[in-house]
T-cell receptor, first 113, second 117 residues
Framework: SAVISQKPSRDICQRGTSLTIQCQVD?????MFWYRQQPGQSLTLIAT?????????ESGFVIDKFPISRPNLTFSTLTVSNMSPEDSSIYLC??????????FGPGTRLTVL | AQTVTQSQPEMSVQEAETVTLSCTYDTSESNYYLFWYKQPPSRQMILVIR??????QNATENRFSVNFQKAAKSFSLKISDSQLGDTAMYFCASSTRSGGGADGLTFGKGTHLIIQP
């Protein structure tokens, strides 16, 4: 399985600001995904990031709020824009491996005050 | 659209016992995958076991096995000889397979499993 890192591991931000989360993989992968895990909840898919094309967003998530970049096959960023306390969550990236299994990064714990 | 349902918010068993976590799902797709992931307090999502829907044989990984009942859309996880390190949140998840490979995962709400010493 791939080794996936995320930066930052955690952050505390003020409302109205933006935070960019980085996801780095140690091998080239076609598909990367971003998930949100609200406190005490399960994971919800935000968007699918395919290299060389626009990200595909799930219902309830929009590009203006969660812009995603995918500049190459080993890297992606997710920005949480104009943050409010409701955005306080763990944000996880994942990659799709050769057996169609998804492997996850360690997550970024975001707290918005 | 897919849905995944886990009806057991929390379970507690003694060390060395066997425990079964329940999961049901709904999908209109014929080609899909089912997974169990474990999330310990470290919050790292760890793959436990994977099942391809077209395979009738139940997947096994050491102490972990599944009971995949396709007609009933049921996918339960059995943990044998449970260990203290098995204490974690367990999430059941599904994904469909489109032309380019597996799509994003749909997760159940999770079951908090506690292994008592």
């Amino acid at each position: 399985s791939a080794v996936i890192s995320q930066k930052p591991s955690r952050d505390i931000c003020q409302r109205g600001t933006s935070l960019t989360i980085q996801c780095q993989v140690d091998s080239q992968v076609t598909m990367m995904f971003w998930y949100r895990q609200q406190p005490g909840q399960s994971l919800t898919l935000i968007a699918t990031a395919n290299q060389g094309s626009e990200a595909t967003y799930e219902s309830g998530f929009v590009i203006d709020k969660f812009p995603i970049s995918r500049p190459n096959l080993t890297f992606s960023t997710l920005t949480v824009s104009n943050m409010s306390p409701e955005d306080s969550s763990i944000y996880l990236c994942s990659v799709r491996g050769s057996t169609d299994t998804q492997y996850f990064g360690p997550g970024t714990r975001l707290t918005v005050l | 659209a897919q849905t995944v349902t886990q009806s057991q918010p929390e379970m507690s068993v003694q060390e060395a016992e066997t425990v079964t976590l329940s999961c049901t799902y709904d999908t209109s797709e014929s080609n899909y995958y089912l997974f169990w992931y474990k999330q310990p307090p470290s919050r790292q999502m760890i793959l436990v076991i994977r099942q391809e829907a077209y395979k009738q044989q139940n997947a096994t990984e050491n102490r972990f096995s599944v009971n995949f009942q396709k007609a009933a859309k049921s996918f339960s996880l059995k943990i044998s000889d449970s260990q203290l390190g098995d204490t974690a949140m367990y999430f059941c998840a599904s994904s469909t397979r489109s032309g380019g490979g597996a799509d994003g995962l749909t997760f159940g709400k999770g079951t908090h499993l506690i292994i008592q010493p």
